[in-house]
Nanobody, 120 residues
Framework: QVQLVESGGGLVQPGGSLRLSCAAS????????MGWYRQAPGKQRELVAA???????DYADSVKGRFTISRDDAKNTVYLQMNSLKHEDTAVYYC??????????????WGQGTQVTVSS
């Protein structure tokens, strides 16, 4: 199994910045890639940013140019740098790790979630 521990959420003003961290531990060899999802009240969970083990990245159109996903292999940690935050970014952000031999999304690993609130 894999454990994901998130940190870095909080309350920021529009235009501000936050950096989320996700530390992974356990059977790391079983991880195919990692990323960040978010879910706002009344909305479906959506992909924010993802990174494969090879370093390829993918971003939601709504965050391109503002968010950056990065990785520190020595610390087994994935980061999400969020700049120019908007109130629309308010959501619970979840760290995600794709199980290498997944059969469905229930096989994947998820963090507990960290709240990001953008408000004046």
């Amino acid at each position: 199994q894999v454990q994901l521990v998130e940190s870095g959420g909080g309350l920021v003003q529009p235009g501000g910045s936050l950096r989320l961290s996700c530390a992974a531990s356990g059977s790391l060899f079983s991880i195919n890639g990692m990323g960040w999802y978010r879910q706002a009240p009344g909305k479906q969970r959506e992909l924010v940013a993802a990174m494969t083990t090879g370093g390829n990245t993918d971003y939601a159109d709504s965050v391109k140019g503002r968010f950056t996903i990065s990785r520190d292999d020595a610390k087994n940690t994935v980061y999400l740098q969020m700049n120019s935050l908007k109130h629309e970014d308010t959501a619970v952000y979840y760290c995600h790790a794709e199980y290498r031999w997944r059969r469905n999304d229930e096989d994947d690993y998820w963090g507990q979630g960290t709240q990001v609130t953008v408000s004046s």
